[in-house]
């Protein structure tokens, strides 16, 4: 008897801290045809059960907007930081996710010590980038599926690399295709992208990453994915991302929309650079911001032969927890739940986007 009653009090106390309200719109990556995923802060993440429940019940893809940087893995030159990490491959196991790496070489997340020692000795940058992307795509070998192996490697606007980065002024663009190099070493199966923002809508900017990857294929640099960030505005046109969408899948690659959301208002793509033309999320935008959702799934889907459709992946699922509101300084309100964690129209857009 007393085992019973304290079985009762036990299952009563887990219920009550992990209540959640019931989800009554339907699974997103059950209706999907290929992988639906999120970004999380881990921290945050872990302490928030109905995040986790939602998380859980939508996607089945899950990549970290920050804890696997290289800023978050080597802080210092003291070692290397796997434990947030680990984490991440703990619950993505248990709840029969895929772990996506995002990401390996970003000139925003290159430690400041990282810098430092490439500006005082050039040579040493290269065998650091090999034992760095050895050791890491080494340690998680076959449990992380791909990987943004450089990210934003390409200038802000219009044609040419990105320059303002130790990468480049130490390596040359040649840092672009050893990272994919070294990452293909340390895994044969790792699925690898190149990653970028504005790509979809920057014609000057897609068409120089589309000289380097055509380059790379026809050399056997080993690429296997082009990563559309895809942090688009309701204004920027349907036919302009379907163009990019179609020259990119023309390649054979893998397609990711690796970090999904579409905003209102306007902002210059630097920090705190934003302006608010709306203030207040109406039902008319509502409707709207559903609309575009539902036709941004229609082009991937059209768009990409099934056998490219790497997936979706959303760059944060809740307007609470959007990153743009903290980087621009200015509200908006670009994802499909709310700030209460509510389901938005945006959420029946990316449905119909499924479905239809
Ligand atoms: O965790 C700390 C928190 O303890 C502290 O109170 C707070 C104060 O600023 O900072 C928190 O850390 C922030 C972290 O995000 C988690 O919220 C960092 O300051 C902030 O720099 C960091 O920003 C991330 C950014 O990349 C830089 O790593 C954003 O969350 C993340 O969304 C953003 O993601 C990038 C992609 O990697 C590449 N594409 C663009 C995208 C948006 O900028």
Redesign the pocket.
């Known amino acids: 008897m007393k085992i019973y009653s304290l079985l009762l009090i036990c299952i009563l106390c887990l219920s009550a801290c992990v209540s959640t309200p019931p989800i009554t719109v339907e699974s997103l990556h059950e209706v999907a045809d290929f992988p639906v995923g999120t970004s999380v802060?881990m921290?945050e993440f872990k302490k928030d059960p109905l995040t986790r429940a939602l998380q859980q019940y939508h996607f089945d893809s899950l990549t970290t907007?920050?804890d696997m940087?290289m800023h978050k893995v080597m802080p210092t030159e003291n070692g290397y930081y796997w434990k947030v990490i680990d984490e991440a491959v703990a619950y993505t196991q248990k709840h029969e996710q895929r772990l996506f790496g995002?990401n390996l070489i970003w000139h925003?997340?290159t430690p400041s010590w990282v810098v430092k020692k490439a500006r005082q000795n050039p040579q040493w940058l290269d065998g650091f980038m090999k034992e760095y992307i050895h050791t890491y795509v080494g340690r998680y070998k076959g449990v992380v599926d791909g990987w943004d192996v450089v990210?934003e490697g390409f200038a802000t606007k219009g044609a040419g690399y990105r320059t303002d980065t130790i990468w480049y002024q130490t390596l040359g663009p040649e840092y672009i295709e050893k990272a994919f190099r070294y990452a293909h070493e340390a895994d044969p199966d790792a699925i690898l992208f190149y990653n970028d923002?504005n790509i979809e809508r920057d014609l000057e900017k897609f068409n120089s990453m589309m000289v380097m990857v055509k380059d790379f294929q026809a050399r056997g640099v080993p690429i296997s994915g082009i990563g559309f960030?895809m942090h688009i505005r309701m204004d920027i046109p349907n036919e302009v991302i379907a163009h990019t969408l179609k020259q990119a899948a023309a390649t054979g690659l893998q397609i990711h929309l690796s970090?999904v959301d579409i905003i209102f208002n306007t902002h210059d793509d630097s920090r705190g650079g934003g302006i608010e033309n709306h203030r207040q999320l109406t039902e008319e935008m509502k409707l709207a911001q559903k609309k575009k959702y539902k036709e941004l799934v229609q082009m991937y889907r059209e768009i990409v032969p099934s056998e490219q459709q790497y997936g979706i992946t959303f760059?944060s699922f809740t307007d609470r927890d959007t990153?743009i509101r903290r980087?621009f300084n200015m509200i908006d309100w670009p994802t499909i739940y709310d700030d209460d964690l509510k389901p938005k129209p945006a959420l029946d857009g990316f449905l119909d986007g499924l479905r239809d």
């Open positions: 802060r921290n907007g920050s940087k995002h925003s997340s990210n923002f960030q970090e760059w990153w980087f």
